[in-house]
């Protein structure tokens, strides 16, 4: 058993063997990084086993798009969902707080195209569903672990998913520019040992001050600011308050990699290793994981694997 503490100070007791949604429904509003639109997000509690499931309360017929692999329409910039024609765009960091608190049902309704970016980091979510508080579920949780070894290239990048008792993540950030050499590029961390809430969540978006006309010219980060990334001058950063971690930039590429392997529909025991890549890549490890049921098997804690995942508990409450 784990103890979680919310806002209220009250502690909560969850079993880590069974799925979780949230008490009730809670709201925030912020506006899209790409569309610049103000735009209302509730998350509501949902049934054992029903997923993670997008609704478009903006239209008529309130439209669901779950939050799968399979549903992935573009990587530019940010992980698209879309089904029966309806998109939800820029899910990754929702995704990932989700991920990060073991939250395996919630129905998430948003009054617009695309998830408000908050601050530009996970952490504004991860306070969102605390505020709630987490319910546990009848339904045993399910974990996909990983038994052989996956591996992706892309000219220089890569990724993989290697077999490991726990889940552990490493990405190396590949960038030569002034400001970004001042910095971490590699992170590696064991979420056995390691807080995500603690030491990843708060990484926000960041980018290039010079590169924002050409993507705003695409109709991108029409609402970027440094409200909600960290912005990146010739050669210092623009934000008053400077970086939150001092390795920032790599851990916000390893918060988008686990929001994106999320959307494979459990959380995974395993390594993830990452260099030089990003959504679309993340995506395709996913897709290519799912297609090859040979290399991973799915477990809950009341298989025989309970002592296999049994490190990977603590961190998820953190």
Partial sequence: MLSLTNRDQTNIQLDMRRQRTINSAV???????????????TLNPAPANSGIVFIRSDLSDRPQVRATTSNVSNTMLATSL??????????????????????????????????????????????????????????????????????????????????????????????????????????????????????VSRARSFGLIR??????????????????????????????DGLRYEDEFVKHKLLDAIGDLYLAGNTILGEFVGYKSGHCMNNELARTLLARPDTWERVSFDDEAREVVKPFLQPIAA
């Fill in 211 to 240: 590169d924002l006309d050409q993507a705003q010219s695409v109709n991108k980060c029409l609402g970027s600011s440094l409200e909600n990334a960290v912005g990146i001058g010739d050669f210092n950063i623009l934000n008053a």
């Fill in 27 to 41: 709201s925030a509003v912020g506006i899209g990084i790409h569309t610049g639109k103000k735009v209302r997000i």
């Fill in 82 to 199: 879309s089904e029966d024609g309806v998109t939800v765009s820029c899910v990754e960091h929702l995704m990932s707080a989700l991920w990060s608190l073991g939250i395996d049902n919630l129905h998430i309704e948003v009054t617009s195209e695309e998830v408000p970016i908050m601050d530009g980091s996970a952490a504004p979510f991860v306070y969102l569903i605390k505020s709630s508080g987490i319910r546990e579920q009848k339904a045993a949780k399910q974990f996909v672990r990983i038994k052989k070894p996956i591996e992706l290239t892309s000219d220089d990048a890569c990724v993989a998913l290697l077999p490991y008792d726990g889940f552990k993540a490493s990405y190396t950030f590949v960038c030569d520019h002034h400001v970004y050499n001042r910095y971490p590029k590699h992170a590696s961390l064991d979420f056995s040992e390691t807080s995500f809430v603690k030491e």
